[in-house]
């Protein structure tokens, strides 16, 4: 079915394409134009896909709601869609509750008054969006087996790039671009245990990338540079903090405070960093039974500090006063 607002398509409105699908799915093409949303959009039921133009299909809020809601749906798509707010629409794509194999592909979101993109369930895909200023989060995340794949999400007013929370087991944040966030690019929340975060670029952040409480996470090969706090920071969290992680490959330069910060890291190994010209290359507290090994702490700050517990070292190549 075809949206169209010259009436050279089937509808001229997108809830009544939508409700006009069969019970077994169906896909809405949206033609080029401005779509004015003042009532929350709504997807009734499996498999149904809403495309679009590009960057000319604009769907602007124009009310303070979600504009797409998804609740306990499974294959629902979004693809080449821009997203605009003009009256503090909350969030421009909300999938909710045990939602599952949903897909956000290639749209961008302009300035949502919260969050551009919101998704609880399991096995959902997100892949080549933009998110420019969002009021608080460009990508929120919660649930099992999401994978978070070269998006790019920056200016971020109030909150981060990326928020991983909720008990999101399993998801793998990969490939994507963080800049300018008021708090942190990528922030793995409680319960965030077993994911990957591999080959992203978290700059002029807060800090680059934080995490607190969760347990068996990979953190691989990013690069996090000019921050204003830190570039890794694995801290203390409500309960455990971050257990049993590998924290490898990283490049974490020019970052206003530490490098990489352990303030409570059991069990950890962090091999092969380049930490570099941060305020404090590598930072250890409060942490118990961590190996820092083959890591590269060079630059003007001071390269290694360890107040915490049973910490192995080995081959480390440190430069500069009071190393440890």
């Not at 949303?37 to 000319?56: K, Q």
């Not at 690069?223 to 971050?242: E, L, P």
Request: charged share 15%.
């Amino acid at each position: 079915l075809i949206v169209a607002q010259d009436g050279s398509g089937d509808f001229t409105d997108i809830q009544t394409a939508i409700d006009a699908l069969p019970s077994t799915g169906g896909e809405v093409f949206v033609k080029e134009g401005t779509y004015n949303i003042d009532t929350e959009i709504t997807i009734p039921n499996d498999d149904i896909t809403i495309r679009g133009a590009g960057f000319s299909t604009n769907i602007n809020g124009t009310a303070n709601i979600d504009i797409f809601s998804v609740s306990a749906k499974t294959r629902v798509t979004f693809d080449r869609l821009r997203f605009t707010d003009s009256s503090n629409t909350i969030t421009a794509i909300d999938i909710s509750g045990a939602s599952s194999f949903c897909k956000i592909f290639n749209c961008i979101f302009s300035s949502m008054f919260a969050r551009a993109i919101n998704i609880a369930g399991t096995d959902h895909l997100v892949q080549d969006n933009v998110c420019d200023s969002s009021g608080t989060h460009g990508i929120a995340i919660s649930g099992s087996r999401n994978r978070i794949l070269n998006n790019i999400s920056t200016g971020a007013a109030n909150g981060n790039g990326i928020l991983v929370a909720g008990d999101s087991t399993f998801s793998i944040i990969r490939g994507n671009i963080f800049t300018s966030n008021s708090l942190n690019g990528i922030l793995l929340g409680a319960g965030s245990d077993n994911s990957i975060v591999e080959g992203n670029v978290c700059s002029s952040n807060n800090s680059g990338i934080s995490a607190t409480d969760f347990t068996s996470c990979i953190i691989c090969n990013n690069v996090c540079s000019s921050n204003t706090n830190r570039g890794i920071y694995i801290a203390t969290g409500a309960t455990d903090g971050g257990r049993n992680s590998v924290i490898s490959n990283n490049v974490c330069m020019d970052n206003t405070n530490e490098g990489i910060y352990f303030l409570d890291a059991d069990n950890c190994i962090a091999s092969g960093n380049r930490c570099g010209d941060n305020g404090q290359e590598f930072r250890i507290s409060t942490a118990n039974d961590c190996i820092i090994i083959g890591n590269n702490l060079i630059g003007t700050g001071i390269s290694l500090i360890d107040i915490g517990t049973n910490t192995i070292h080995l081959g480390n190549k440190l430069n500069g006063k009071d190393n440890i």
